[in-house]
């Protein structure tokens, strides 16, 4: 069950997604990637706005079967009565008033079941495959259940999770029917200019997030996410997409840079931070911030680092020029 959960984890949507950016479609990809970063945000959002505990807090019986961790919670036998009824009122209120409680605590909705539903259905809303079709419901399925055989959520916290997933994927579906989803992908959207076109853009991917990280309404892990990817994205734009060809040996060796830079930092950082004691200089929230942004960051990298090693080819345009002036010549050789 652990090995199932994990795959509504953030590390393994980071690997899937990177997978894809690289190995696949840069564009694809990258737009799976704000599917994610905002079905994950919204989910946060809701997640402290409503402020509701797990299933271990609710009844100190419920074993976390994902830590391990014993709980600690005063509470026993309070659990709602049904699946949409609300813990009891002494039990949100204690929860509610303790300081040392941060996002990854607060259980509905579940993250994990609205990302699986994000994935999983944004991949078929993108590649139109009829495997992936089979596959999103039985993927939703199983991590949803894993959640709740863990311990980690009560079957509510999953259909809301579920729901915000499936609302998330139809506004996805609805953008990629629209002529916004072009925009999207022109340069000169992201030039620093004073169009309309910059501004929402820069907006949306850059400045609404401080204001949600300025309320609380997010940790510091999804704003270094979401802005390391932003941030990331819009250098490689600014420079011009890479072309998405290349043989199944490049193809390889993209995904594979792409991976090690970023699994690299994150182990680097982790680690890093650890030995240096940095928590005694840094605040948590900016280390936290560091270890997300940094390693989302690494897709800029990666997408250079693949370009210099003539891993993409982006001069096909100027290739087939080219011939066709070959071609030119070599007819106009025949005719004198």
Known sequence: MILITKMGSSAFLAAAVIC??????????????????????????????VAFPRPDFVDNRVINLESGVKSTSPFSGDG???VFALPDKEVLEAFR??????????????????????????SYAIFCSRIIKI??????????????????????????????GLTLLTAFTLFLK???????FRKENFEL?????????????????????ALSLVSAEAAGFFL??????????????PDDTGSAEQRVLRVFIALLLF?????????????????GFLSFKLIEFLEAFVPASTIWISAVACIKLNLYRREIAGAQESELDRRSLEKSGKSY
């Open 80 to 82: 709602p009565d049904g």
């Open 228 to 241: 390391g990817t932003n941030v990331a994205y819009i250098l490689i734009i600014r420079k011009g997409l």
């Open 193 to 213: 200019a004073f169009r309309w076109q910059n501004i929402i853009f820069y907006s949306v991917i850059l400045v609404l997030l401080p204001a949600f990280a």
């Open 20 to 49: 894809i950016t690289f190995g696949i479609s840069f564009r694809k990809g990258f737009l799976l990637f704000q599917l994610l970063i905002w079905t994950g945000l919204i989910t946060e959002i809701l997640k402290t706005i």
């Open 135 to 164: 596959m999103t419901p039985i993927m939703v399925l199983l991590v949803a259940f894993s959640r709740m055989y863990l311990g980690r959520h009560f079957l509510g916290d999953v259909l809301g999770g579920t729901a915000i």
């Open 178 to 184: 629209s002529p916004l989803k072009d925009e999207f």
């Open 97 to 122: 008033h303790d300081e040392s409680l941060t996002h990854s605590c607060f259980g509905f909705p579940s993250g994990h079941a609205s990302l699986t539903t994000a994935l999983w259905g944004g």
């Open 263 to 279: 699994g690299v930092s994150c182990f680097v950082l982790a680690v890093g931070f650890d030995a240096i004691g940095a928590a």
